[in-house]
């Protein structure tokens, strides 16, 4: 994680949804460093006023139709330990050791003096969890932030379609998907609205992103 892109560095002490809000539109996004800690970088999001479902997104949603999404809020008073079991064996799977601990996961979902976020999006199959997702909500915005399940499922694109078509049924602005900074990160890029921060203002041009990230 020590390649993350940042422009700037901030601590944020007012945690009101205006304030949020505005940070996140001049590209900053909360972290899991510290309480307060924020990050500008290219941040992704979905404008949801040009969004809508493409066959794509809804051939995703159909193979998670037994799926069920409940949102809980953090921090999280029925907490067990196999929440961040399955944290810790995601990242540690598919990023290498240390870089994601159980101890972080944790905290993220219990500890409100050391997390910057506010709800636990819950995915369950068959009655049994399959997924989490860390997020922070607003009147305005979702932030898709800290995604975790059994790799075994398959189900990264499923949770995260489901999210936002949530975002857009609760008439929010953006979903925020994270940075833009490795090539992997176009599959980010598979839903109408997406736009990227280049350091000053949002931008539309897919191509010239990914021109970017191969570089």
Known sequence: ??????????????FSETKINSLYNEGYLFTRIGKGI????????????????SSENKRILKKMENARME??????????????????????????????SAQKIKELITDKEKSNFN???????????????ITLET?????????FYQLSLHI?????TKAVAWAKEKNKKYVYLG???RPTDV??????????????????DIKKLKEILKN
Not at 1 to 11: F, N, V
Not at 75 to 84: G, K, N
Not at 187 to 204: A, L, S, T
Request: glycine share 6%.
């Open 1 to 14: 994680m020590s390649s993350y892109l940042t422009w700037d560095r901030i601590k944020n002490t007012d």
């Open 38 to 53: 924020m990050d500008q970088t290219r941040s992704a999001r979905i404008d949801l006023n040009k969004f809508n479902l």
């Open 71 to 100: 949102i809980k809020p953090i921090p999280l008073l029925d907490y067990e330990w196999s929440v961040h079991k399955m944290g810790k064996d995601f990242y540690e799977k598919k990023f290498g050791p240390e870089i994601f």
């Open 119 to 133: 709800r636990l999006f819950v995915f369950s199959i068959n009655d049994k969890p399959a997924g989490y997702c």
């Open 139 to 147: 009147d305005e915005i979702l932030h898709y932030s800290y995604p």
């Open 156 to 160: 990264g694109m499923g949770m995260m």
């Open 179 to 181: 940075s833009a900074q």
């Open 187 to 204: 599959y980010k890029f598979q839903f109408e609205g997406m736009e990227w921060f280049d350091g000053k203002q949002w931008m539309n």
